[in-house]
């Protein structure tokens, strides 16, 4: 399959399952039924705030509350909205979770009483208030550069679900950049060997998170000064054209 053929299909993996149920739905009845604000509204991060995440740099919304959910459990959005706050969410893949950012309506700051509430909402949820607006990204040695690891939760269809073998090659200008370049990949999630200049990388993970995979190692070598090479994967056993 052609590279864009497997993005149109699966373009949308890093967002999880967020892409598919947040875009832009305005809330008007919680579970029991009763009539929500007017402004309870629930929106995908923009391109720029999702690009900014993905590159590990702060995201400043004013007048907001940060909540983190490493687990990706449902019903957090629907639990905010019977309680009539709002929320820009998306997947951030490292460190790999959900994140929230609660807001009212325009021009309404949150005050502590907010954040005395929403902690007692929390309670039935896996989901954490960040309360420096800190995401807990996962950094290299260096501090500062983002470490690859794996995507935690992947929506696609089916027969793009299923985990196979990947192997990714990456090449150095020596064998010092190719090591340094190695601390800053998961060795719990990812088997690492270099070979002189040469980097090479084995995992498993679902086929459809391919280009996303690809994506990150593309980003690891150029930020040492190397080059992508090849990322093998085999089609999966049960797909069907």
């Excluded at 995201?59 to 019903?75: E, K, M, Q």
């Excluded at 929230?100 to 005050?111: D, E, Q, R, S, Y």
Aim: glycine share 8%; with cysteine.
């Amino acid at each position: 399959m052609s590279r864009i053929g497997l993005i149109a299909v699966v373009g949308c993996l890093t967002l999880g399952v967020s892409l598919l149920v947040f875009h832009e739905i305005r809330v008007n009845r919680d579970s029991a039924g009763a009539q929500l604000p007017d402004y309870t509204k629930f929106r995908n991060f923009s391109v720029e705030e999702q690009v900014a995440l993905d590159q590990g740099r702060e995201l400043r919304i004013p007048n907001s509350i940060y909540l983190f959910d490493p687990t990706l459990r449902a019903g957090l959005l629907q639990i905010l909205a019977s309680h009539g706050y709002s929320a820009s969410t998306g997947y951030v893949r490292n460190p790999g979770g959900s994140l929230f950012v609660v807001t009212k309506h325009a021009g309404v700051p949150l005050g502590e009483a907010d954040f005395s509430y929403i902690r007692k909402i929390l309670r039935t949820s896996s989901a954490q208030i960040l309360e420096d607006k800190q995401i807990p990204y996962r950094f290299g040695p260096d501090g500062h550069t983002l470490m690859v690891v794996p995507i935690r939760h992947t929506y696609a269809p089916e027969k793009y679900a299923e985990v196979v073998h990947m192997t990714v090659q990456l090449s150095f200008k020596n064998t010092d950049a190719a090591k340094k370049a190695a601390q800053y990949i998961d060795r719990q999630s990812y088997s690492v060997s270099v070979n002189g200049s040469a980097m090479a990388i084995s995992f498993d993970a679902p086929f459809g998170a391919m280009m996303d995979e690809q994506d990150e190692f593309e980003r690891l070598a150029s930020q040492f000064g190397g080059n992508f090479v090849t990322l093998n994967a085999p089609e999966p056993i049960s797909r069907s054209d």
